[in-house]
């Protein structure tokens, strides 16, 4: 079943000249006359999806489905000039037009849902005579109205390049047999017109990354249907710059980054095109012709683990690296009233690396089919099986591993990763997982455009998201974008300046002028930091997060703002659900479970909210605390959403800094998961936790127990037992086995010539990393790195034999 809520909609249904591109010019061999048939075979296989029993569920009832939607279509349909639904006028000629051209590619996506219900079994329309011909009449109309070589485009590009001929070439192959052969030549014709060769001419502008893959998916249906193995080449070719790692920019990183638009973390939304696509064209060109060889091909391959499990939990895709998708949750165009979330978000991303997996190495393939199986039993709140939303060939594909009694479902993935090139970090541990978000001159503080997204301001200053492994799947699923206060973001520091709907420009276009953003990790544990500029604002701030075994403790220093407006650094702001009557304790006596409430606390030393964790303020600290019911449509944050209002309880925790503060800070632990006498224990227990340094010019803490230290030198200095020549971020676990390993990096991707000094007595150093040019033992360790410019702030990792 469609939604119509975003340009790339219809793929969860569904779901330039080769020597201008440096590739080559030989002409390839001719195919074999029915080598296009089999893949238009191979094609509508993919898109229709197999290995299924249509009278069992959930199959039954997904194409009894499809088949009433395709009724409603039907009925609704009424070709006039400038339409071919009454609800989706796409006559207006403004260049600026979005909504019309929108319209247009989704009228030829309703037409693929009508080919679907034709070509698949048990829609009660299979086959049916009817219906094919108002496909045809359809396919006609939309080419002599709109749709064809004589047209100038205008509106969004993507519909014309992407979204319409996507959808138009898909049914062209379901309903090729009944397409006469003089109107297929002009469909064709208009596919050629709109996405000539020269849209894949170069790497750049709106040709990279899944855009690139989408264009290409283009092309090579182009050839498939229309015969033109030049076009299929071309195709095959054009997708070899999206390989290769990226150094900025769109496409992915050696980090594991994936950037859309330059500026934006796109893992879990424009990623999940790119990797869907790019699993869809390797298995329509494998053992063909044209398959896909270009061995850099693996780079795809690796990222499976690399970029994307990293945020994959319990079959949710983290909405940090989701961009503008978060604020598309209730359609008010959608006839099935179906709220999109993280969850159903991150199904069709599980189904893509099920249909990699059948070009990947055999190992690979099972890894991953059994990490598939892990994130689908966990996720209770939206059972993948049972997602309305996902495409039948992605439903088959999700179903056919779980019905695999070979595969044995893999537990999450625990450990620290950290991408310095999105500025984004995941924590994972048994019980929980966590996300930062931040941003810097290198990346957006957040993107809008398309009328979505437009205050998710403050989504780039420091949000901490986090799940439980059995609680708080629906944190961020249920409604908590439309009715969550945009200025108080869980990890967040910002001034309270009210900002305009979009403030910054679309497209990612603000970005603060800071380099230090990032940190370093040994794989497990982290020391991370934010240089803080607010958007459109005078706030600045020094944040930073130590990422430990059970606990993140977060620290700020250096708050100042001049603005005129307060600011605050929000503890926590958790999503109650409707009802919001979870216990709140502070200190040991239970808050009103009633709202509105509100109350100052002084001197705090614990907080713990029933059900989720608990919170501790070393030293004590005073955080003010409300439980209020907060009302949001999902239409003001996208102007596609339902005006239905919504109504979600938060319980927020947060310092309040006052108006414009000068050196302002903070210091806070959270502890995912943790019950009310943990939390109290570890509030009690004052050794547990150093806190080496909280200023302007470096953070640290260490915590013996786990022998770990961490520092994020802002300036360079000496905090505790290390010492550091320039900005830097340094992170130390000593084993427990005599050895230690250092975690250093350069945030600032800037540095040559730094030195850092531990004062503990090192016997030796068992391995190192090329830019250590020198190490020297004794009494302390001294370590002096050559040029770092080039490791884009990724961790350099020393290992160490202690005395």
Known sequence: MTTPWSRRGFLAVCSGTVAALGLGTSAPAAPAPDEFAALRAKWRTLILGEGFAPTAEPFASRLAGLGGTARQYLAAMSPAAG??????????????????????????????????????PGTALTGDAGLRDAVRTGLDHLHDD?????????????????????????????????????????YLAAVDHFVPDSAVGSYSGTSTGANRVDLCRVLALRGVVGAAGAKVALARDALSPVFPYVSSGDGLHADGSFIQHTWVPYTGSYGSVFLGGLGMLFALLAGSGWEVTD????????????????????????????GRAVSRGLSAGDPAQVQQDDHLRGHPILAAIVLLG?????????????????????????????????????????????????????????????????????HRRPGWAAALSMASKRIAYYESGNGENPRGWHTGSGMLYWWGDTFANDQYSDAFWPTVDPYRLPGTTVSRKVLADGAGGDWGAARPDVNWVGGATDGRRAAVGQ?????????????????????????????????????????ENRNLGAVGGAVFTVDGSTEPAGHPWSRTLSDAGWAHIGGHGGYVFPGGATVRALREAREGSWSSINSGGSTAVLSRTYLTVYVDHGIDPVNASYAYLLMPGASAARTRARSAD?????????????????VRSLGFTGVNFWSGGTVGPLAASDPCSVMISERGDGTAVIAVSDPMLMRTGLTVTWRRPVASVTSAPATLTSAATGTSLTLTFGDLTGTAGTTQLITVRLR
Not at 89 to 117: H, K
Not at 393 to 412: F, H, I, K
Not at 686 to 702: C, I, K, M, P, Y
């Open 358 to 426: 059948q070009g990947a190495s055999a190992a690979q393939n099972a890894r991953w089919r059994g990490l598939v199986k892990g994130w689908m039993r966990r996720d209770h709140y939206r059972p993948p099986l049972a997602d309305p939303v996902l495409s039948l060939p992605n439903l088959a594909l999700l179903n056919g591993v779980e019905d695999d009694a070979t595969v044995r479902a893999v537990p999450e993935p625990t450990g620290h990763r950290l991408f310095p090139a999105m500025a984004r970090a995941t």
């Open 83 to 120: 339409s071919l639904w009454p609800d989706l006028p796409y006559a207006d000629r403004d260049p600026e037009s979005y909504v019309f051209s929108g319209n247009m590619s989704t009228s030829f996506t309703r037409l693929s849902t009508l080919a679907q219900a034709y070509s698949q």
């Open 146 to 186: 709109v749709y064809n070589a004589g047209q100038v485009r205008y509106g969004n590009w993507w519909s014309w390049q992407i979204g319409a001929p996507q959808a138009l070439l898909d049914t062209c192959v379901l309903m090729y047999d009944a397409l006469p052969a003089d109107r297929l030549a002009g």
């Open 295 to 322: 061995g850099n091909r693996t780079v795809v391959f690796d990222a499976v683990e690399k970029a994307w499990a990293p945020f994959l939990y319990n079959g949710l895709v983290m909405d940090g690296v989701a």
């Open 686 to 702: 004052r050794h547990w936790l150093t806190v080496l340094a909280n200023t302007d010019e470096q953070q640290g803490v260490s």
């Open 531 to 571: 240089h803080l500029k607010g958007l459109q604002s005078t706030l600045v701030a020094k944040k930073s997060w130590f990422f430990l075994d059970d606990t993140v403790v977060c620290l700020g220093a250096g708050i100042s703002c001049t603005d005129g407006t307060a600011v605050e650094t929000t503890v």
